[in-house]
């Protein structure tokens, strides 16, 4: 019997190639076109009236980010997929297809934090949409928070700091009862060890610019999900904003592509031996990631996730100078914010949150200035453990 993990590897390098299309190569051409020309006044009659499946112009469509397209839809398992200029540009146009002047919002705390900037600085003010923050990890919370003009449940599980998981087919499933829709930002999990369509989400959110380029060169986003709502994103958020990623980088996602699997295995193989080392250290007072046993949602972990990823987040032993001689004495991991790439990274993110929020707000939202995000790369997991005992010994 076939291995799902073997399909998903296999749908990454086949879905949307057509050899013969382009004289048998085996990497597709990139369409860096503009427009697409048309022989006759009466082809270009037909593509108009959507009786032809030729292409127009690239703010609509294009062959090289429709063979992203349909692999993601594969992966994903969802029904249709627009591809985007950066992850806020999908976020953006994602929440905006479904809200409207005076709609309530409940989206759980400590999600990507210009989504959260989105949400509360932008739409509350400029179109008067209530947002409600829950945890997140009881439904029965999220329940409790739903109004009657609430169209949108906006989740992330797990979250990016603390990663609190939800439990994502009974939101998905309370959402459906009240006529209310879903939304999931999946970048963390990617659909290789997470999809939120089987769970009954109805649109899917990535930063295209992590896992699944994977290279640190692209900055693109992806709504995947109901095709009546990408549909509806297709003719307004998308063309209408003109978010649009360029054809070279979506051909850049397609070489990314062809290697999730295998770097989502090395990821978590790698940071699975990090966190069981820094579990053990005296100067780590806690460590945040999915794949340990002590993780405390770990039943839902294993019952709604495969696999876990490279990131992980620990509390430290410490003040705020200590961490920065942390940060400042590693070798291997490179200080900077993002994740998802080849290299590993580490980030303080009390140098953002400093700026938003007071110790007490940090607190209510589960927080600590001790707070070290990790990104465990490709490097080798034994070169990454050494370089972060002798970064601890500097707190």
Not at 9 to 36: A, K, M, W
Not at 53 to 62: A, E, L, P, S
Not at 177 to 182: D, R, S, V
Not at 286 to 308: I, T
């Amino acid at each position: 019997m076939t291995d799902k993990k073997d399909i998903f590897q296999t749908i990454c390098i086949h879905e949307g190639e057509d050899y013969e299309r382009f004289y048998g190569g085996v990497t597709p051409p990139i369409f860096e076109n503009s427009l697409f020309s048309f022989p006759a006044y009466e082809e270009i009659d037909k593509a108009f009236a959507g009786n032809s499946n030729r292409y127009i112009y690239t703010r609509g469509t294009n062959p090289t980010v429709e063979i992203l397209e349909r692999k993601i839809t594969a992966l994903e398992g969802t029904e249709a997929t627009k591809v985007f200029a950066s992850g806020m540009a999908a976020i953006s146009a994602a929440i905006m297809s479904v809200v409207k002047n005076g709609d309530h919002v409940v989206a759980v705390k400590n999600i990507y934090s210009p989504a959260y900037q989105f949400l509360t600085d932008y739409l509350a003010k400029k179109f008067a949409i209530d947002v409600t923050y829950v945890d997140g990890r009881e439904t029965d919370e999220i329940a409790n928070a739903l109004k009657p003009n609430t169209s949108l449940i906006y989740l992330e599980s797990p979250t990016s700091l603390n990663f609190h998981l939800q439990d994502i087919r009974a939101v998905a499933q309370l959402a459906k009862e009240q006529n209310i829709i879903t939304i999931i930002d999946n970048s963390y999990s990617t659909p290789y060890y997470q999809r939120p369509f089987e769970m009954g989400v109805d649109l899917i959110v990535h930063s295209a610019t992590k896992y699944l380029n994977g290279h640190s060169d692209v900055v693109a986003g992806v709504v995947t999900g109901r095709k009546d709502l990408i549909e509806k994103i297709q003719e307004n958020e998308l063309s209408l904003f003109g978010g649009i990623i360029g054809p070279f980088e979506a051909w850049l996602i397609i070489r990314g592509l062809r290697t999730l699997g295998i770097r989502m295995e090395r990821h978590t193989k790698s940071a699975l031996k990090v966190a069981n080392f820094l579990e053990q250290h005296l100067k780590v007072k806690k460590v945040n990631y999915p794949g340990l046993e002590s993780f405390p949602q770990k039943e839902l972990a294993d019952r709604q996730m495969s696999g876990w990823g490279g990131l992980l987040s620990i509390e430290v032993e410490g003040d705020i100078e200590g961490i920065s001689r942390m940060m400042n004495h590693l070798k291997y991991f490179s200080i900077g914010v993002s994740w998802g790439g080849f290299e590993s990274l580490v980030f303080h993110p009390y140098i953002s949150l400093k700026h938003k929020f007071t110790l007490e707000e940090m607190a209510e939202w589960d927080l600590s200035p001790q707070l070290i995000r990790l990104f465990i790369g490709l490097e080798d997991p034994a070169v990454l453990i050494q370089d972060l005992a002798e970064a601890l010994e500097q707190l």
